[in-house]
């Protein structure tokens, strides 16, 4: 009898992955390169990280196209004695619909968005798109309303502080003498980037234990705290093995 469920627990397992392989179609990714700049009294300071987006069609349990993003969040110093300024790597704060093209909720920056940057047509097929803009190359003026959500924090080390930034109204967060000098995108074949956690040494314990920046789960008061946790900060294979 033991010998018979085994077989009966090894059947069930090779028929899971079976239906988990048919259920996978094409695959797509792409590398988005977003990099801010802004003028300081010091002089410009900049930053940039590089991201993948992939995209897979899938058709079990159901049809449709499923997405992974593997990178962090775009940190820029803007020096001693101030606060950075965030980039996220998502755009829930404030969502905005298709016909916006601008930043998608969870799936960066989108093909649309990418493609109206180089002056490129899109697809019928979104599928299609993916690739076209994986060969694109060179970096492209957008507009600060079409990051995705842009935050701080009063105190780094507490996550619980976190200040949303307005993008056309950096000095409200950030100092009176901070303003826009760059803001730009492109598709590259970049290394992905690391490292957030020496920026934000919180990230490893937060990504352990599942946590939103004010430490607990949703509640009715939907503070910037309570909405945002380290998965918009940091989506990456690499935190996963370190931790």
Request: overall charge positive; some cysteine; glycine content about 8%.
């Amino acid at each position: 009898m033991p010998m018979i469920m085994s077989l009966v627990s090894r059947l069930g397992i090779l028929i899971a992955i079976s239906l988990l392989i048919s259920g996978c179609g094409r695959t797509e990714s792409y590398r988005y390169k977003l990099t801010l700049a802004v003028s300081t009294p010091d002089g410009v300071r900049r930053a940039s990280t590089v991201v993948r987006v992939t995209f897979r069609d899938v058709s079990f349990p159901a049809r449709g196209t499923i997405h992974k993003l593997d990178g962090q969040a775009l940190y820029l110093d803007l020096g001693p004695g101030k606060r950075p300024l965030i980039a996220l790597l998502t755009n829930r704060l404030h969502r905005k619909y298709d016909d916006e093209i601008r930043w998608t909720g969870e799936a960066g920056p989108g093909t649309r968005l990418i493609l109206q940057a180089y002056g490129q047509p899109f697809s019928r097929e979104f599928m299609d798109d993916v690739p076209r803009v994986a060969r694109l190359r060179g970096p492209r003026k957008i507009s600060p309303n079409d990051l995705p959500d842009l935050v701080t924090f009063a105190d780094i080390g507490d996550p619980n502080s976190v200040i949303e930034v307005d993008r056309n109204d950096l000095q409200a967060s950030l100092g009176a003498t901070i303003i826009w000098n760059e803001v730009a995108i492109e598709s590259t074949g970049e290394p992905i980037t690391r490292g957030l956690e020496r920026d934000l040494p919180w990230i490893a314990t937060y990504f352990q234990n599942n946590l939103r920046l004010d430490r607990s789960s949703l509640t009715g008061e939907q503070t910037v705290a309570n909405r945002l946790s380290w998965w918009d900060f940091v989506q990456s294979s690499e935190l996963k093995r370190n931790n």
